[in-house]
């Protein structure tokens, strides 16, 4: 057997295992309401946004309608994989697990790819019925570019997350620390990123929350660079044309790109250091 | 003696240990582990590795299972034309049972084997097998949550069969088992070692391992004090022929053992009986208990238990060996980078 489909069999065998779990039972009507839910409520043909703006293309539903990725699908990505390692390391498994001859950055390549598919699959169902949602009340579907970056993007930080609940379950000795963590990243980055833009802004004697000041907007942009959520927008607004924060599309994907190996290196190496 | 399936040459591994300092509360040193070990693994012979809480025992084992890394030392296995080359991946020969695995969930026996089994890049075909052979086969179908202890331990052992290893390592194989299911568990270990695998059962019980193995190795403080066949071992600890006779009556002297090159261990004795613990020939003993007119109700010989073994091996007595079980008088305590997290 190659190493690769070593890797998949393992991760197949454990996305299985969680998508038939009661975790995801729970979390699936957050899912459907943070998802399509959004989506049915930006698609609105008469709705106004607080900004007296009215979003008259899919894309841009689209691109409101991940907030829903953002609050909830991350959610649920750090709520399935936060005990991926230190549920078995409580239980006695973990050292059956690293006493197998498959190395142990095979081990770390399949929890990722396990935890991320077991979230992922009914992130992507709820993101093509999101889409069947736009053009049902907007008449219009997303170009074939659109909704391969907005499927993309949305797998990206869908995986961020997981790779930082995995961080968390390799370093926490015990449950609670590794949920305590994994929750905390998301709430840093979630709630707090916007009070960190707001303080740096300040400190830089940049015009706070003034959205027609480019000083403001091109700050924000810059920042955003260093939060998985703001990637993650940076990424989709590679396909709104409306939309300059004085990120270049090659600059988001780089960043993109590093938010993704950097932690599953970090991940490899925590494995490699793991004892029972 | 067959040749060695895997030699262990002066071994180590350290754990780490927190050491925060002002400027570097994150920072560990290396703490207590295991010491310069050398042992050899033989094939179908049951290796009993037996030592006090916290000698080092799992740590060890770990090790042997390639699940903790060697700091220093080497393994090796011999080629076919008697040399050796070192092992680069113990994981490969080795069958490792941990202590105690709370197996749950709602995933069934069958599908947790073939789980693992697909970690090992192995088929799935001799997985019915290996259940018949633990006797789990009418549980396959059962979530491991709805699991008895010993059919857990059972599982533990069928996963450490996986891959039909060399070398099966069970770590307190006992701690939970009935006696009927000890003895089942033990059979299962003298089958196997039938098979040629390799043992090693760690304890702290030495009664449990009695008629089981056919080396021993004491453990104390992360060091190796003896190693060996039992009665090669039993014998240079001075623990070997030792004998307690019982009888009726009072014993008022034992002077009468002395020409017999006979040592006269530990003596007991009121008005209605006495007890008496030697170590020589028995039968001289019996003979010239007899000709001195005493009468012998009872003769067994007398196996050691593990504070005896320790004592014996360490040359102190049981309150210096006590309840210590951490103590860092043993570890050399010099910095090393830490390796590793704990």
């Known amino acids: ?276 | 003696m067959a040749d060695p399936l895997l030699t262990f040459d002066e071994v180590q591994h350290r754990h780490t240990v927190p050491a925060p300092k002002a400027w570097k509360p994150w920072a560990k040193r290396a703490g207590a582990g295991i010491h310069g070990i050398s042992l050899s693994l033989y094939p179908g012979q049951v290796l009993g590795l037996v030592g006090p809480n916290g000698a080092g025992k799992t740590t060890l084992l770990r090790m042997m299972a390639g699940v903790l890394p060697i700091h220093s030392g080497t393994v090796t296995a011999p080629t076919e034309d008697r040399h050796s080359v070192a092992v680069e991946d113990l994981r490969t020969w080795a069958g490792h049972m941990p202590e105690q695995v709370r197996w749950q969930g709602a995933i069934t026996v069958v599908d947790m084997l073939e789980q693992l089994s697909d970690m090992r890049g192995q088929g799935h075909h001799h997985l019915r097998g290996l259940l018949n052979l633990v006797g789990l086969h009418e549980r396959a179908e059962e979530p491991l949550d709805n699991l008895s202890q010993g059919m857990r331990q059972r599982l533990s052992i069928a996963a450490a069969l996986l891959g039909s290893p060399k070398v099966l390592l069970l770590d307190e194989p006992f701690n939970g088992l009935d006696p009927v299911a000890a003895e089942a568990f033990a059979a299962l270990v003298r089958r196997l070692a039938g098979k040629g695998v390799s043992i090693v059962i760690s304890s702290h019980m030495v009664t449990q391992l009695e008629g089981l193995i056919d080396r021993i190795a004491l453990l104390h403080r992360g060091q190796l004090l003896d190693e060996g066949p039992l009665a090669d071992v039993e014998k240079r600890l001075a623990l070997d022929g030792r004998y307690q006779l019982t009888g009726p009556g009072e014993l008022d002297d034992t002077a009468f053992l002395r020409h017999l090159d006979t040592d006269v261990l530990t003596t007991e004795s009121n008005e209605t009986s006495w007890s008496l613990m030697v170590r020589g020939d028995a039968e001289r003993v019996l003979q010239a208990c007899n000709d001195h007119g005493l009468s012998v109700a009872s003769w067994a010989p007398v196996k050691p238990n593990l504070v005896e073994w320790l004592c014996a091996a360490t040359g102190m007595s049981l309150d210096d060996i006590s309840l210590d079980v951490a103590s860092s008088a043993m570890v050399p305590m010099m910095a090393m980078e830490a390796m590793e997290d704990e």
Not at chain 1, 85 to 97: F, H, P, Q, Y
Not at chain 1, 129 to 142: A, I, N, Q
Request: glycine share 8%; with cysteine; charged share 15%.
């Open chain 1, 1 to 276: 057997m190659s190493d690769l489909r070593r890797i998949l069999k393992v991760a197949a065998r454990l996305r299985n295992e969680r998508l038939v779990g009661v975790r995801l039972k729970v979390m699936l009507p957050i899912l459907i309401l943070f998802l399509p839910g959004l989506a049915w409520g930006f698609s609105d043909p008469s709705i106004v946004l607080p900004g007296g703006h009215q979003p008259d293309t899919a894309m841009e539903v689209l691109f409101y309608a991940s907030l829903g990725v953002v609050f909830g699908a991350t959610m649920c990505g750090v709520l399935m994989a936060f005990d991926g390692v230190s549920k078995d390391r409580a239980s006695g498994m973990l050292e059956i697990r690293l006493a197998q001859p498959m190395p142990r950055q095979h081990q770390a390549a399949a929890l990722v790819l396990g935890h991320a598919q077991a979230i992922l699959i009914p992130v992507y169902t709820l993101l093509i019925l999101t889409v069947v949602v736009v053009r049902f009340r907007m008449g219009e579907w997303p170009t074939l570019t659109e909704a391969l970056v907005y499927g993309l993007s949305t797998g990206l930080i869908v995986l961020w997350y997981t790779l930082f609940a995995l961080l968390a379950s390799t370093t926490a000795k015990e449950q609670g620390t590794a949920i305590a963590f994994g929750v905390g990243v998301w709430f840093f980055f979630t709630f707090l990123w916007a009070l960190v833009t707001t303080m740096v802004a300040y400190a830089s004697g940049v015009a706070v929350g003034e959205p027609n000041d480019p000083t403001w907007v091109a700050l924000e942009g810059m920042l955003d660079m260093l939060s998985p959520n703001g990637v993650y927008h940076h990424l989709l607004e590679t396909q709104l044309p409306t939309v300059d924060r004085g990120i270049a599309a090659w600059q988001a994907w780089s960043a993109a790109l590093l938010w993704t190996v950097l932690p599953w290196w970090a991940l490899h190496r925590r494995m490699e250091a793991l004892v029972p």
